[in-house]
């Protein structure tokens, strides 16, 4: 009988699997400045027999068709690209900025609510009023201190993180 714990014998059986690897180096990745990536590769000798046995089905060829479409008219979709510009914009502003953005955004969305309310069929309950009140404090909040908001989201996420 051996004093091994069951987290010791469980990394023990788990030290030679490519699943375990590739899960530790996703969590690796996750870290903060981390420069870790993870390749498809690692599936590849383990899955081989599973893409074998779906290749040969017809729903496998229909799906992996209909996955290869979708693929070449994401490539050159102008959707994909509108996104990307997107992205780029989102990328190239401060934490501060983004978070002015969100909070004006909350904002609007209470005072959006607030007005239309009169015309929905629904009765306006506490709740929902107390829901979107909330939302619009938190919303101002950080349109207005979007600095010491982001600091402080930073900051946490730090904490967090370590």
Do not use: C, N, Y
């Not at 996750?30 to 779906?54: C, N, Q, Y």
């Amino acid at each position: 009988m051996t004093a091994a714990t069951l987290a010791g014998q469980v990394r023990a059986a788990a030290a030679d699997s490519v699943l375990a690897r590739l899960l530790i180096r996703v969590s690796a990745a996750f870290e903060p400045g981390s420069a870790v990536r993870v390749h498809v590769s690692a599936w590849e000798s383990e899955t081989a027999w599973l893409r074998d046995d779906v290749s040969k089905t017809r729903m496998g060829r229909t799906t992996a068709a209909l996955a290869r479409a979708v693929a070449r008219a994401w490539a050159g979709s102008s959707a994909r690209r509108e996104f990307a510009s997107a992205a780029d914009a989102v990328g190239g502003t401060t934490l501060p900025e983004r978070v002015r953005a969100i909070g004006i955004w909350a904002a609007t969305a209470a005072v959006a609510d607030a007005v239309l309310t009169p015309f929905d069929p629904r009765p306006a309950s506490v709740s929902r009023w107390t829901l979107w009140a909330g939302l619009f404090v938190l919303g101002a909040t950080a349109a207005i201190f979007a600095g010491p908001v982001a600091s402080a989201w930073a900051e946490w996420r730090a904490r967090r993180l370590r």
